[in-house]
């Protein structure tokens, strides 16, 4: 009975705006009439292409203190989980990028979970500042321990690792560095997010497995400028290829006001 009425519910609906062509497979499955069914988009691309393209004070205050010459991977709302896996890669991957930097964000900014990256800093030989820091150091580490920056960081990645693809809850998000054309690592743990399928399917990002995986795309990136700046455009064109979904929302809404006036 209860399913008999939802979908005597979408049955009704004169007007469904769907994110993608599965997702309108399925909702015209649950009883959504095939007339009434457009595919809009997903109107988060249109919000991080608008926020990385437009003037921001804010961001360039954060670009102009972190700005540097040195390849920089940032790593974003990372879980201990990812740090197990990240952070080996990180130290094997800097053997033969010795000007590495690494910028790192945890997604807890526990007293106990940055001590424990501080830590790993110290027993793996490499120099650490935190951001709260009044005076910026040229260290080979640079930890986030304020809430608020991720985001702008971004701005001054050439590679992006995003955290939660060894995690429960599943991948942060991976527009916001592929806004800005950085290209993107992240865990296996995703296969549900669309986002993920498709900056892997077109070249700008990276599912990976463990620190071996990790360690090789980051080389691969870091000492080729070229795969480098291939991949940044690709991560790029996937962002911008999802723009016009707050456009096409927009006007089925007002479509159908039109038709109730």
């Not at 994110?19 to 649950?30: G, Q």
């Not at 951001?131 to 701005?155: K, Q």
């Not at 007002?254 to 109730?260: A, N």
Request: hydrophobic share 45%.
């Amino acid at each position: 009975m209860a399913l008999l009425a939802l979908r005597e519910a979408y049955e009704a609906l004169d007007v469904v705006g769907a994110i993608s062509p599965s997702d309108a497979e399925r909702l015209l499955a649950m009883g959504v009439r095939g007339e009434n069914m457009t595919v809009t988009g997903d109107t988060r691309y249109d919000q991080v292409w608008a926020r990385a393209n437009a003037p921001n004070p804010s961001r360039d205050a954060v670009v102009a203190r972190y700005r540097d010459s040195r390849p920089t991977l940032v790593a974003g709302s990372t879980w201990p989980a990812d740090e197990k896996r990240l952070l080996p890669a990180w130290v094997q991957a800097r053997r033969q990028l010795p000007g590495a930097r690494l910028i790192i964000a945890p997604h807890e900014l526990t007293p106990k979970h940055l001590a424990s990256i501080e830590k790993w800093a110290r027993d793996s030989a490499l120099t650490l500042s935190r951001t709260s820091e009044p005076e910026v150091r040229a260290t080979e580490v640079i930890l986030v321990d304020e809430y608020g920056l991720l985001a702008d960081l971004y701005a001054v990645a050439d590679a992006a690792y995003v955290g939660g693809g060894f995690h429960g809850d599943g991948l942060h998000s991976l527009l916001e560095p592929a806004s800005f054309g950085t290209p993107v690592l992240f865990g296996p743990m995703h296969m549900d997010n669309r986002d993920a399928g498709l900056l892997v399917g077109g070249g700008g990002a990276m599912r990976c497995f463990g620190p071996g995986d990790i360690s090789a795309r980051l080389l691969a990136w870091f000492r080729n400028p070229a795969v480098l700046s291939r991949a940044s455009a690709s991560a790029r064109r996937v962002v911008q290829g999802g723009i016009g979904a707050a456009e096409r929302s927009t006007e089925l809404v007002e479509g159908l006001f039109e038709r109730s006036a």
